[in-house]
């Protein structure tokens, strides 16, 4: 019985660890709630690749929107500020775009979001190692 246990709990520690690799995010935008996902935690120097769902207030899946990524890092001593911008194309019902890091501290994410003529918009941070 202590076998079992034990070896139960070691399939759920690893399934974690695996579904654990992703960063995550949920925030708001208006009326829409918008779900962030980036395919490494921490986001990396180089290509990641985010997802970004958006749901309306009743829960629907949002479809009808221009979604783009603004990111940046603010100026430094020695380096002038960066910006970039990322537009996501959909695919089935999320948004898909691949920010390219170009180096390894705290970066500045904005999610804009364009629909039926209003623009609404959701930020945090990373940080890229």
């Keep these: 019985m202590k076998k079992a246990i034990w070896m139960m709990m070691v399939v759920l520690l690893v399934a974690g660890a695996v579904w654990a ?3 995550t995010l949920t925030k708001k ?5 918008v779900d962030v996902k980036i395919d490494k935690n ?4 180089g290509n990641n690749n985010m997802v970004v769902g958006l749901k309306d207030a009743s829960g629907k899946d949002v479809t ?4 783009s990524v603004d990111y940046g890092m603010p100026a430094m001593p020695g380096m002038p500020a960066m910006n970039y911008k990322a537009n996501a194309m959909l695919h089935g019902n999320m948004y898909h775009t691949v920010m390219n890091l170009s180096m390894s501290g705290s970066w500045n994410v904005t999610v804009k979001i364009n629909r039926q003529g209003k623009t609404v918009s959701t930020k945090f941070s990373i940080d890229a190692r």
């Design 29 to 33: 935008a208006g009326d829409l709630t």
């Design 64 to 67: 009808d929107a221009k979604v």
């Design 42 to 45: 921490p986001p990396v120097v």
């Design 21 to 23: 690799k992703d960063f």
